[in-house]
Each structure stands twice: as structure tokens, then as C-alpha cells.
């Protein structure tokens, strides 16, 4: 008796789990929500010039503090204050890079705040969370600030982004990222949130090797990539490889490797057995160093173009081993943008903005931090501009309307699919901040200029 | 004899789950102070905590292979991931890269702690021949046999460096993912997220101190007293290492698969030794071979931070006025407690809770 009991209680636990499996949402028809094919700019009719502006989370009357932490906000003590979130890396595996952009973004608003703020508001980054590249952490450090900024200056790590993005969603909050993933240009990846900038890894990867074959003094025909297993590897590669099928060259060898699994000996080992004429690798600093090095050792000297994300200024200062071969006109450095000390308005106000508080600083991630905030400053105005200054009023202005950044980089349209191709490219010196000289800006070649960036996201 | 609440009149009594009605009230108390405390709460504290009853279950499982069977492990965070990739894999949606199934929590969640269970039964050989050093290092090379594992199979868990969603919130066919309307109230996701944590915490505790009151805990207590006396007095070395390493596995399979729909996502990176490090610490510092020693120890990990922020904040110390920012400032405090601990208080943060509580029920005097 007991026994058949205990098959009729099996029995129909395995009955109800079957159930619950098979049972399908037969009435949960998914709408897709149509998105609005029409783009607007700041100046166009459809974003009104409102009397009265509507304001909602991380937007107060009252003025914002006159500093984060020690660094000075800029703020106009007679104006309301937007605050900004920051989910930013000061540990883990970017941690190095985190206070970088973070003083970039911080110098940004506070030349914005000084240069009369946007609209009747000063614009403040809140303190920092600190998210470890950790997801937990990511959504641990983004509640703790969700119910008191009207966005994020930066969310730092794709795939973390792309974890709480169901959360931003919900919460109406635009994001600046800080990676360069040719996704971000896609509503349907990005739900419209991702006020993305510049040109993706897709893009500079096509054209470092477009622009390679145009002006280097060799004849190329073997390349091998080198880089890591996420996403700024796979894109700058993807981008890579179709340049290379437009243009007949061979990929002899493509090492994509887990960052936790990245072997320097086997990356040297495949450039000495099956030497390139050119590699293009998408590293952190350490392991370009540690790669270029090892080549080196072994009388390996290739042309070498390097994501931007792969170069440290530190590579070509004095005392630094591997300077004289960074400097030797073989290593190349592409980016989304031109470095410290170019000729843009952009470039001249950040300049001025940081010696003004006697930050001698110029290296490419100060900058790309100093870029990263244009687009949200001209989101925030399209905001104001609408009399919505709500998430949901953030978010609609982000989703139709064209940004600048004082010719810092093109010209944005945020409303359409699709990115930017233009790409800088440069060569290390020692003679300025930033460790680059300019060769090429703003640089598109034949296979990013044909390429089709509505398609979708390249990797 | 009623009102004497030390005086064990049989067996049974003494082992029962709540001895007096002094702790049945107290538990009932607490019971539902826990439910509405995410009516009442932000939702940073709803995450923390939720965080914290997960984590608790997967620091359960731990601590019945090492705080109770007495064996040291350094692959229970793999265990952990075996967990949460079976529930994406089941309980996700699929793309262009990784595999989804999409079916019920109802499924997903048992299955993730099973599957975890079965892998764990690649070390029982290993675990009954093995102990001290030489079996943590065995534990240790299936920690990196997972992680490379974890980094390459794509299609389960998306990749290392890119990671996947994980499994969704379905529970009985109905979609929780954008929370329950009951009436005109909204249940927040959040909220589910917290009273599914709070309830499968209460039950995998009851089941943990069910185990520890049973014939499998008293056998794992006699093979961590000494495994040689314990196979003499008829006690099965290989059932019952064997069976410890599954439970403790099916716990971090569970308790990883409900971690992880907090998050919404995972990368396999985070499954790497230091994880499993962090999990030996909690019962450490929690109180290894006790019920509430990995409660006390989760809720320490996950709010020890906001504890440090908090103390920064009051004092009005900035990061930029200390020499070493926040997360190694927690690294150094978790790390210290880990020391601290081990020197005065092996039995962790439920030593102290267990000396206080006595001290009070004793009180006002002091024996």
C-alpha cells in the first residue's frame, strides 16, 4: 500500500513537471513595439522648445556640490543638478583603467558645468560604484544608484551592460558605455539605451588593414590576429577578416584565446612557425608588450596594428625596454579618435580644462573618457529642449536626435542603425603626452565605406 | 519540567528542530519580519539580501563536505557554475550562440542542483582514497578542468569574457520576469526574486539541520573525527564521502542557479579559484559544522562592503583621502576577518551569536 503511494505521488510529480514544461504562453503574443523610423536634431520641429520642463529621478532644483571626492564639479550654484550614475572598475581586471576615465568624465562636466551647464541645469557624476567587472557587482552597484540619477555616464564592460539591461529598460536609463562593440549601434541589441560613440573595433579593424595596405612600404599578403575571446577581440577581428576577404589577403592564423587562457608563448609561437607581414592584435597593454617583446626576442619584427585599447603611453617613455622597438615605424595604433594634443575645439577645452586643475595627463583613456560624456550632454539637452527631463523624456531625446562633440569625433545620428567607420590611426612617439603622432584622420577605407553598417553587429 | 528549557526528557526532544516554543515563536517572528521586509525596503537592500539567502544555500553545501564531513574542497565554485549553466541552459533563452530550452523554474532548479550532484560523483572515487592537501589538490585540478571547460564551451555558457543571460523567472507557466500583478498590486520582480531566496533558504536550512540530526550527518561527523575509527564502528567511507560531495554539490547547484537569476547574467571568469576560496572563507568565517555558521557568513560577505561604505561615509573619509580605494579596502577586511577568526573564534560569527545568546538567556547573571 505504502509503495503504491509512493508511485502515485512519482507519477504524478512527473505528470506535473511534464505539464509545466510543455505548457507554452499560447496567449502571450510577444507585439514588437515599432520603433520610430523618423530622426530628429536638436533643431528640428519635432523636439519643441518647451516653456516649462518636466524633471524626474536625479534631477533636483537645488544646485549640485561644488565637488566629488576632491575634484571640482564647476557647478553653477544658481542652477538646478542633474546627477549622473558612474559603475565604474578600481579593481579587478580593468581597475587600472577606471580612474582614468572616471577623470575624463569628471573633467568633462566640469568644463560643461563652466561653459554654462546645460540648460538651467549643472550636470554632476555622483560618486563611483565600484563593480569589480564583476555582473553581480554591476547590478549590486547599479540598485544602489537607480533611485538617484536620471542616467549613467558610464557602465563599464559589455557583457555586464548587457546583463542589467532588461533593469535599464524598466528604469528608462541611457548609458554611456565604454567600449566601442559594433552592437551598441543596434536598437534592437541595445533597446536604445547605449549612447554609444565613435567608431567600433568592427570598423577600426577594416580599416587598419585598408589603410596598411595603402601605406605601408610593404607588400602585404599574410596577416595573423591576436587578441582575446569577448567582445573587443571578436569585433576587431570580424572587422579584420572581412577587410582582408575584400582584398585577398590571407589570415594565416587567428588566436582568439579566454582572457584567463591567453598564452604569450603561443602567440609568439605562431608568429615565429607561421610569420605574417603584419599582425593586428586587440590586447590589454601588458600582453601587447609581453607579445611585441617576445617577437622581438626571436628577431621578429612584423608591422604591427594595434586596437587602441592595446597601447600604453607608457611604451614609449624612457626607460621602458621595448621603447626603441615601439618607435621603430612597425607598430601602429588605431582608435576611435584623435589623441591628447589634436587640433579640435574638443581637444583645446579639455586640454585647457586639465591643466586648469594641474592634471598633466594625455593618454588615450583620459580621453576616451573626456568623449564618452559629449553624446549624453547633447542627450541632456535634446531632453530639456522636449520639457522632458524624466528618464523616459532622456531616453526618447536618445533615440532621435543627432549628436557632435566639438569635432572631437563625426557627427552621430542616434536614431538610425548602424556607426561610425571613421578611424584614427598613428604611430608611437615620445614627443608628446598622449605617446602618438597622427598619420591618418578621419580615415575610411574602401571596405568600411562598402560594407553595409544597417546589417547587423559584426560579431 | 515544562518551563525547564535545557531538560531533554528523551532523545527526540533533544534533536528536534525547534526544542521549546521560546524558538518556534521567535523563528515565527523573524519569519515574518524577513516576508515584509521586502514591502518596506530599497531595492539595493531587496539585491544584498537576496544575494545573501542564496549565497547561504550554495555556503550549506560546503559546509557539509568540509564542515561536517571533514573534507577540504576547492571545486565548489565549479559546482556552482555546473549549476547555474544547467539552469541557463534549461531555464534561458537561446540565441544565435548559446543554447535555451526556456522551460519552468519548476524544472530548472532541482535539475541544476542534480546535475551538479552527478559531476560531483567524478571525485567521490577520488575523495574516499585522498584527504587533507592531497585531495584539496585533486579538487583544485578539477577547479581548472571546469574553468577551461566553463571558458570554451561556448554554446552553454556564451564564452569567457562574454558570458551568458541566464535562466528566466517562469515559475507554473507564468512569467515573473516583469513581476506579478495580484489585484492592483504589483509585485516587483525584485521581490519575487527575495521571497523565492527566503523560501528555498528556510527549506534547504531545515534540510541541512535535518542532515545534520540524521544517521548520514552522524557518519559524516565520524569521518571527520577520524575516518579509520569511523569505517571500524561499520560507518561506509565511500557512501558516505561519496554522498557528501553530491549533497554538497546539489546545494551549490541550487543555490547557484537562484544567485544567478539575480544578476541576470554570468561569465564563466567568475567561476575561478578565488571564488572557491570565497566559499571555504564564509563557513570560516560564518562557522563551519553549524546550521547558521553559513548564514551568518553569506550575510557577512555580501554586506560587508556596504558596511565599509557606510563607516567611510560617516566618518566622512573619501576614497580619494585613503590610500587604497573600496574593493581593496574590502579585500583586506575580509582577508583580516578570515585571520581573526581562525585565531580567536574558530567557531566563526555563530560563536559569537552562540556566547551572546547564552550570555542573555543567563542573564543578569553571569553562569
Known amino acids: 500500500m505504502k509503495s503504491l503511494r509512493k508511485q502515485g505521488i512519482i507519477f504524478f510529480t512527473i505528470l506535473a513537471l511534464v505539464l509545466v514544461a ?33 524633471t524626474g529621478v536625479g534631477v533636483t532644483s537645488d544646485p549640485c556640490p561644488e565637488a566629488v571626492g576632491s575634484f571640482p564639479t564647476g557647478a553653477d550654484p544658481s542652477k538646478g543638478c542633474i546627477y549622473l550614475g558612474l559603475i565604474n572598475d578600481y579593481t579587478g581586471p580593468y581597475g587600472a583603467l577606471g580612474p582614468a576615465l572616471e577623470l575624463g568624465q569628471r573633467a568633462f562636466w566640469l568644463w560643461a558645468n563652466q561653459s554654462g551647464g546645460v540648460g538651467d541645469y549643472s550636470v554632476t557624476i555622483a560618486e563611483g560604484g565600484d563593480a569589480q567587472y564583476n555582473p553581480a557587482k554591476h547590478l549590486e552597484v547599479y540598485n544602489s544608484m537607480r533611485d538617484d540619477v536620471a542616467a549613467l555616464a558610464m557602465s563599464l564592460g559589455t557583457p555586464q551592460t548587457l546583463f542589467i539591461l532588461d533593469e535599464l529598460d524598466k528604469d528608462d536609463m541611457v548609458a554611456a558605455p565604454m567600449s566601442w562593440y559594433s552592437g551598441y549601434g543596434f536598437k534592437e541589441f541595445d533597446k536604445g539605451l547605449v549612447v554609444e560613440f565613435g567608431s567600433s573595433y568592427c570598423a577600426q579593424g577594416m580599416n587598419a588593414l585598408d589603410w596598411s595596405l595603402e601605406n605601408l612600404p610593404a607588400d602585404i599578403k599574410t596577416i595573423g ?51 605574417v607581414d603584419a599582425y593586428f592584435p586587440a590586447l590589454g597593454p601588458t600582453a601587447m608588450a609581453q607579445v611585441a617583446g617576445g617577437a622581438f626576442q626571436q628577431g621578429l619584427t612584423p608591422f604591427a596594428l594595434m586596437a587602441a585599447p592595446s597601447f600604453n603611453d ?34 583645446a577645452a579639455m586640454r585647457a580644462t586639465f591643466d586648469a586643475v594641474g592634471q598633466a595627463t594625455g593618454n588615450l583613456f583620459v580621453t576616451a573618457g573626456w568623449t564618452s560624456q559629449y553624446h549624453l550632454r547633447d542627450v541632456l539637452k535634446a531632453a530639456i529642449k522636449g520639457g522632458d527631463l524624466t528618464r523616459a523624456g532622456i531616453r526618447r531625446a536618445a533615440a532621435n536626435v543627432d549628436v557632435s562633440s566639438d569635432q572631437m569625433m563625426p557627427i552621430k545620428n542616434l536614431g538610425r542603425d548602424g556607426g561610425l567607420t571613421e578611424t584614427y590611426v598613428g604611430v608611437p612617439t615620445a614627443d608628446n603626452l598622449s605617446g602618438i603622432n597622427t598619420l591618418a584622420w578621419p580615415y575610411t577605407g574602401p571596405t568600411a565605406a562598402d560594407y553595409d553598417w544597417t546589417a547587423a553587429p559584426c560579431s | 519540567m515544562k518551563s525547564r528549557p535545557n531538560l531533554y526528557t528523551n532523545y527526540a526532544k ?67 557554475g555546473i549549476g547555474v549553466y544547467t539552469a541557463a541552459v534549461l531555464g534561458g533563452v537561446a540565441s544565435d550562440s548559446v543554447w535555451g530550452l526556456e522551460l519552468d523554474m519548476l524544472i530548472w532548479l532541482p535539475v541544476a542542483g542534480i546535475v551538479a550532484a552527478l559531476f560531483s560523483f567524478i571525485l567521490a572515487p577520488i575523495a574516499v582514497r585522498l584527504k587533507g592537501l592531497n585531495l584539496a589538490l585533486v579538487t583544485l585540478a578539477f577547479l581548472f578542468i571546469c574553468s577551461h571547460i566553463f571558458s570554451n564551451f561556448i554554446s552553454v555558457t556564451g564564452g569567457a569574457g562574454l558570458g551568458r543571460k541566464v535562466a528566466k523567472l517562469v515559475l507554473f507557466g507564468v512569467n515573473l520576469e516583469d513581476g506579478l500583478l495580484i489585484g492592483n498590486f504589483l509585485l516587483e520582480k525584485n521581490q519575487i526574486q527575495y521571497l523565492m531566496c527566503l523560501f528555498l533558504c528556510i527549506v534547504m536550512g531545515f534540510g541541512f539541520k535535518n542532515l545534520v540530526r540524521s544517521r548520514a550527518g552522524r557518519a559524516y561527523a565520524g569521518i571527520r573525527d577520524g575516518d579509520i575509527a569511523a569505517e571500524a564502528l561499520g560507518v561506509n567511507l565511500f557512501r558516505y564521502k561519496a554522498s557528501a560531495f553530491a549533497l554538497a554539490s546539489f546545494y551549490a547547484g541550487v543555490g547557484g542557479a537562484m544567485a544567478s537569476t539575480i544578476s541576470g547574467g554570468v561569465e564563466p571568469g567568475l567561476f575561478n579559484l578565488l571564488f572557491s576560496i570565497l566559499a571555504v572563507a564564509i563557513i570560516v568565517i560564518g562557522g563551519a559544522g553549524t546550521v547558521l555558521g553559513p548564514l551568518f557568513g553569506a550575510f557577512f560577505y555580501i554586506m560587508a562592503p556596504g558596511l565599509i561604505q557606510y563607516i567611510l561615509k560617516i566618518t566622512d573619509l573619501t576614497e580619494s583621502a585613503l590610500p587604497l580605494n573600496l574593493g581593496q579596502i574590502e579585500a583586506m577586511v575580509f582577508g583580516l576577518c578570515i585571520i581573526l577568526f581562525l585565531i580567536f573564534e574558530p567557531r566563526g560569527l555563530w560563536g559569537i551569536w552562540f556566547r551572546l545568546r547564552n550570555y542573555f538567556k543567563a542573564w543578569p547573571f553571569s553562569y
Open chain 1, 22 to 54: 510543455c505548457g507554452g504562453d499560447a496567449a502571450e503574443e510577444v507585439v514588437e513595439e515599432a520603433t520610430p523610423e523618423v530622426v530628429e536634431t536638436l533643431d528640428s520641429p519635432a523636439v519643441t522648445t518647451a516653456q516649462t520642463v518636466k
Open chain 1, 225 to 275: 590576429i591576436i587578441g582575446n575571446a569577448n567582445d573587443y577581440g571578436y569585433d576587431w577581428a570580424a572587422g579584420v577578416e572581412i577587410a582582408a576577404e575584400a582584398n585577398g589577403i590571407t589570415v594565416a592564423w587567428s588566436y582568439l584565446p579566454p582572457a584567463t587562457e591567453f598564452d604569450v608563448a603561443q602567440a609568439v609561437g605562431l608568429m615565429v612557425t607561421q610569420p
Open chain 1, 314 to 347: 607608457s611604451f614609449v617613455r624612457e626607460g621602458f625596454a621595448l621603447a626603441p622597438l615601439f618607435t621603430s615605424g612597425t607598430m601602429y595604433v588605431t582608435a576611435f579618435t584623435q589623441p591628447y594634443e589634436a587640433d579640435t575645439p574638443g581637444h
Open chain 2, 14 to 80: 533533544e534533536t528536534a528542530i525547534f526544542s521549546n516554543n521560546t524558538q518556534k515563536f521567535w523563528f515565527f517572528i523573524l519569519l515574518l519580519l524577513s516576508i515584509s521586509l521586502c514591502f518596506v525596503a530599497t531595492d539595493y537592500w531587496i539585491l544584498l539580501i537576496s544575494r545573501s539567502l542564496a549565497f547561504s544555500i550554495g555556503a550549506w553545501g560546503i559546509n557539509i563536505v568540509s564542515g561536517l564531513a571533514g573534507q577540504i574542497t576547492l571545486a565548489h565554485g565549479s559546482f556552482i
